[in-house]
């Protein structure tokens, strides 16, 4: 045996070591191990792992064999509380776990910052909106991090379907704490996704993990209905059938108060759960979910991030979602102890307008990204993001991804502590307003074709479960046996080879650069770097030659 198999053979012995005596874990899955080795190695790595897989495992074991303290980005309190509890709980040798929030007072802050400036903590836990507070990033220079983790990754991303503009500034934040080794994580990202988190975050040459998003006890299902009407009858028949709990999720607010009204008075113990109830009655509601006091949640997607419940017996989509990013991810919180549960979509084609009207969002126009624009480049110096914002009355939300959108298209810097920096030679301020306008065009075409893909799973005649892992870049041969597809004997063995293996670049004349996703019933998917997902023709596509190969280069899916 080789010098260097034998150390690979070494460092997992010590990994499989300490995983089983530092935190009970008797063993790893392959995803878990191949992460931590990359960061014990010292790479960046991206991992993306369905839920409740067993992410936190993999920076728990890489932070106590990295020498150093571990920061951990989080976008939730309860997330953060649940993780310091489980490390405390089995002890973190060398230090304390402890969560920097807005629960605590003006003393406790300052006691923890000093004790994570000093060493004293070996994982620091907060949301990232915490670095916008100077003190912050301060004391953490006096004693950086050697391993940096962001949970919930995609929220880096406004390809994403979670996108939370305060996630922009980590990038900034990793330099500032002079380049860390990054773990990121994310249970749902497709190949964009994985693209603009590695881009987004500075990862360098990154180890990408894709693992494990084939969830064999969920069965697979789509029912067509013809209106709202129907809808609510099939939803009244299904239920009896079903266990409890479950999750049905709409696409509105209304819609979820509405239709939770409706299974009360069917005599369903139900409940609404949407951003616009305040929090103290979302809070009400979750727990008496997770206290299995209530059979049905009626949800947008609001509810979901953070929630560990292992018994969810359905997850029913009474409305299409935007993405297959997003209905994944939701799906997911099924059948998370292994037992059999249903992923239920009921299909109106009418519902996909909506969807699309809804991923359109509120554009930014190009007055707004010059105005802040000027404003940066009359300063002269660094400008904090608070006087923007009371220059200008814009949201905090908005004006960080106008912020994203310039710092995009090479007008302005901004820093770990949100100052915000125009660069020299850049863009003029109509330069850069009109860049940023074309950037909102790429993303409103990229969200188009995203909803298209969830309308092609709906309709596919194919295995839905194959579908599925496609889109996130695992192959599987069909039939699976547990969607409605296979289990009517409509889906044929194996798949349809086409001109070009899956995951390979192709540039299309008119589309430009793009890279193969998947081939189903004569057709070919493509991904393409401008416009989003296209699905073509197979028999156009040979005949006519409009696809041609190249070489992957730097922007493949795998990293850049």
């Not at 070494?10 to 300490?18: G, M, V, W």
């Not at 509380?81 to 060398?94: C, K, P, S």
């Not at 893909?453 to 005649?461: C, D, G």
């Not at 996130?472 to 409509?490: H, I, K, L, V, W």
Request: hydrophobic share 40%; proline share 4%.
């Amino acid at each position: 045996m080789s010098n260097g198999k034998k150390a690979d053979g070494r460092l997992s012995e010590r990994i499989r070591e300490l995983a089983r005596e530092a935190f009970g874990y008797d063993g790893l899955r392959p995803g878990q191990e191949k992460a931590i080795r990359a960061v014990v190695e010292g790479r960046d790595a991206l991992v993306v792992m369905p839920t409740g897989s067993g992410k936190s495992a993999i920076y728990q074991v890489a932070g106590l064999m990295v020498e150093g303290k571990t920061v951990v980005v989080s976008p939730l309190l309860a997330l953060q509380r649940d993780q310091v509890e489980a490390l405390t709980e089995y002890g973190a040798e060398g230090g304390e776990a402890e969560a920097l929030n807005s629960t605590l007072g003006r003393e406790e802050r300052r006691d923890l910052l000093e004790r994570a400036a000093t060493g004293k903590v070996e994982f620091l836990f907060l949301a990232p909106e915490q670095f916008s507070s100077g003190d912050t990033l301060e004391r953490l220079r006096e004693s950086p991090p050697s391993l940096f983790v962001i949970d919930e990754a995609h929220c880096v991303t406004e390809w994403g379907h979670d996108f939370r503009p305060d996630y922009l500034q980590l990038k900034a934040v990793i330099e500032s704490l002079g380049e860390p080794r990054i773990l990121a994580l994310t249970a749902t990202a497709a190949a964009p996704v994985r693209e603009e988190i590695v881009e987004r975050l500075g990862m360098k040459e990154p180890e990408i993990i894709v693992h494990g998003f084939d969830r064999p006890n969920l069965e697979l299902s789509v029912e067509r209905m013809g209106g709202n009407k129907e809808k609510l009858e099939r939803l009244l028949e299904l239920l009896p059938d079903l266990g409890r709990p479950g999750i049905v999720y709409v696409a509105t607010r209304q819609h979820a108060d509405e239709l939770a009204e409706r299974l009360e008075e069917a005599g369903y113990r139900a409940a609404a759960y949407h951003a616009g109830r305040d929090k103290t009655d979302r809070e009400r509601v979750q727990s008496a979910f997770m206290d299995d006091e209530l059979e049905v949640i009626v949800a947008t997607t609001a509810f979901g991030m953070g929630v560990d419940k292992p018994h969810v017996a359905f997850v029913i989509h009474y409305d299409i979602t935007g993405s297959l990013d997003a209905y994944y991810q939701q799906i997911g919180r099924a059948g998370r102890d292994g037992t059999p549960a249903a992923a239920i979509l009921l299909y109106q084609p009418d519902d996909v307008r909506l969807q699309r009207f809804l991923n359109s969002g509120t554009a930014i126009d190009a007055s707004t990204h010059e105005r802040i624009a000027v404003l940066v480049e009359s300063a002269g110096g660094p400008v904090d993001a608070a006087e923007l914002r009371e220059a200008t009355g814009l949201s905090v939300t908005r004006l960080q991804t106008v912020l994203n959108h310039l710092e995009e298209v090479g007008a302005l810097e901004v820093d770990g502590d949100g100052t915000v920096t125009a660069v020299d030679g850049g863009p003029s301020a109509t330069e850069a307003a009109e860049a940023a306008q074309r950037l909102q065009d790429r993303h409103k075409a990229f969200e188009k074709s995203r909803v298209e893909m969830m309308r092609s799973y709906a309709e596919t005649e194919g295995c839905r479960r194959a579908y599925l892992l496609s889109y996130f870049g695992e192959s599987y041969d069909p039939p699976c046996g547990n969607c409605d597809r296979c289990e009517a004997g409509q889906v044929a063995e194996g798949h349809e080879d086409g001109p070009y293996p899956i995951g390979s670049q192709v540039m299309h004349e008119s589309f430009g650069d793009g890279q193969v996703v998947r081939y189903e019933e004569g057709k070919v998917v493509v991904l393409f770097d401008e416009i989003g997902y296209q699905t073509l023709a197979l028999d156009i596509v040979r005949e006519r030659g409009i696809l041609r190969g190249r070489e992957a280069g730097a922007g493949a899916a795998e990293g850049r």
